[in-house]
């Protein structure tokens, strides 16, 4: 009989000492979880995402201008309505200014712009003996629409603050300097023939006009994590000192955002 009273005591104290084990193990297993947890959400409100990178579409005009020095007034006034700018930004650089949060850093980008600006004039441009961007007529014809067309890369470097919401719906707000690079510049002039039966021709020109190989701009951009709206205001003068107007661009527009 004290045998089997000692073998119950034995199996109810291991059973119980079991039992103890398994949930100090589970204890030990869920804090482990909570601190894998912890540690992922730390680590993702270091993360900053900025907004550069998308495609940008608006209007070009011009700012501040000085034909002092033309007895033609303004003759390069733009068409707003077909002076256009469309810009790509495919890579796009993130650096958090921030440890324990994501809503403040630098973004930089790199990518392709492409700008047309027609002039309400009829007029053309070109460079004279002298080397002084003028404007001109065509003696054959008369000009039915004159353009100045610009590819450039841009580098944009822009200081981002975002508002602390949720992940899906985010307001930024970020302002900065773009850089640009001209690798082409280029006049397309249509004009109609003055002789009969009137044909229309186009005559392009492309080389160089006296403008900046490089440029730099102002801009400010605001709005959500996929579209956004912005400016931009050009610090570098339109042609190179004394060799044309001066004249300082301002764009605005629209962008998707990736």
Known sequence: MKTILLALF????????????DANSSTSASNVRQDSVFKNEKEEKVRFNGHVAGIYGGFI???KSDYSAYKNKDFMKLKLQTSYTVALNIIEIN????????TVGIVAGIGAEFQNMEFDNKIAIHKNKKGIIEP???DEGSISSSRLRVLSANIPLMLEFQSPSNKTSRFHFNMGVVGSYNFITQTK?????????????????RGNLNMPRFNFDLMAQMGG???AVWARYGITPLF???KGPELHQVSFGAAILF
């Open 10 to 21: 034995i199996c109810l104290f291991g059973i119980n000492g079991l039992k103890a084990q």
């Open 136 to 138: 001109f007529t065509y």
């Open 240 to 242: 190179e000192k004394n």
């Open 225 to 227: 994590n996929h579209f």
């Open 61 to 63: 005009t011009f700012g």
């Open 189 to 205: 002039v249509k004009i109609t023939e003055n002789k009969f039966p009137h044909k229309s021709k186009t005559i392009s020109n």
């Open 95 to 102: 650096i958090g200014l921030q440890k324990q949060k994501n």
